[in-house]
DNA sequence: AAAGCCACCTAAACCGGTTTAGTGACCACC
DNA sequence: GGTGGTCACTAAACCGGTTTAGGTGGCTTT
């Protein structure tokens, strides 16, 4: 309710002036360890703390960063990545004083405005770039605006871009493997958007591990990462003159509604029907028969795009981070391929 | 990568002072429509936008709300509200020109230091408070630092505090209702903690529900809203010597997961037991049986907290804000009780 | 004793907006 | 023809920090 103390009333206070307690306050050399602890002391007496908005005006940084997320609200319903990414940003963030300011738009279009808005209002040092699509025009966009960016996902094509993220495919290729290890031939892929670049990407890892299995690329089917078109994807395929063996599917969400629709049709899942999923979302473990699917580390991920991130805004040179590379948890949804 | 230009290369361009900029931006009385026109048309020409750390220092306002989530990683996973009700909250937050900031903590205790920082360094104007425990103790702090706050949830206690949120209650008696009307007299709830307030709301309303049908209480399992829990508290519920005919969920993880269990046990749903969720996920509708439920509209529960807020803040009356109530979705997992 | 040099601190400019007090021109009125 | 009142605008203070260019005093140096 009382107005909080500012700098000048520390300085009137310690008896010395305004710049004495900035120096004071950001230890900078060039004053008496004696006249800097009063100071401090002073500060801590009145309680005051530097106001963020001030300091962001004088040295031109908002010490903010921004997380734009461009989805329909429908599909970023049952989003597990999210919540446990922002998790990684945050711990490191926090940590360096730095805040996250997030956007939700419903379109990619708004998508661009909302970048351009946040760096021309001069809202944030820095952004976030998530859901990438193949021909995305954000990097460029970026770029023009000269906001540093880092780029969450599989680096797909424009590798000069700073882009922090777990490789899928060696997690697809372990699912993969796994069924092949099994004895199934005939291994079915349900893909988010071939649009996206993580939808594609799972897509490519899945063709590649069949290849390299020797394997004919066995059907596929396009969804959108949704249990709707992950239904209706499995109903596709279970429907073929000759179904699938195994599907693989490019996350949990749509795995688990495959698993219902195998399961209402009767259709014994791993006895004819075996499943993987990629996430490994908390209800993967809990549902009948437990999922097998494929685990990433998305807080340390989280984590180490943070600290990408401020590299960059500090011109620091970005430590190469090393993430754990997915790991493919085993569960009842998979077994032997029928005879 | 230019500079980006400022009111004062605005003013000289137009060949007036810059608090005729300002004036024109804000549009207020005191200029001639046409100069103001011209200073518009310069503007536009120089692309200039206001710049909002500058704005932000000099009304003393920093254009942006918070919003502080405590969860354990774990639990914050797969929670379904959080992607919608922020999508909400943002659709009237940009529409002001309001940012969100969002904060993660792991712990309830961090999260108090947060608001805390959050309202000394003047990085944000109000902030929501959500997953209120029943003995919360950030009402107090927030009305010390003299914060505007809008407590996301059911009003439990403190009727002066401004709380936004659905009231459970009847979404929960309705579901009770239902099930009463198919015959079921052992109908039992698995809560999420009591020491939450819509842990505890829910719980209340189950307790009412069947005091007005005239049932005893019938078995209760406190869990924690995860998955795991759901399924260990459905495992309890099914080894009572008496057991449910139904089971009534906090929500909808906890109802997947005790699905699971109770198939996975060959106990036929909902021949032998009749379950409901709450929250309608996206999956609920795709897993088998279909899971009954309780809907609400969380995108529009977002819209009229941020409109909350931004009246708080702005010191106008908080218009009362109609929600849909909750909504009561049958599928397939509810069914007559055993005879 | 004048000059030189630190070490320590102050005064003032600056960031880029908003806001208030004030000024000059113009017109009306008595 | 002086007074009063608008209108349209400018100049300058202000928000609360950071940063730079001095300034002061004491101690060495020659």
Redesign the pocket.
Known sequence: MT??????D??RAA?????????A??N?????????ERILAVARELG????S???A????RSFAVGLVMARPPETLRADPFFPSFIAGLESVLSESGYALLLQVVPEHDHELRSYRRLAEE?RVDGVFVTDLHVDDTRPALLAELGLPAVIIGPALGEPFWPAVGVDDGPGVAAAVEHLVGLGHTRIAHVSGPTAMVHGQSRRDAWSRAMREAGLPEGPFAEADFSAEEGASATRRLLDLPEPPTAIVYANDLMAMAGLSVATGRGVDVPGRLSITGFDDTELAAHVQPGLTTVSTNVLDWGRAAAERLLALVDGRDPAPTELDPPRLVVRGSTGPAPS
């Open positions: 107005p909080r103390p500012t700098i000048n520390v300085a008896g010395v002036s305004k710049g004495a307690v900035s120096f306050l950001n900078r050399p060039g004053l008496a360890t004696e006249t800097r005051w703390t530097p106001n908005r001030a300091r005006l004088s040295v031109s001069g």
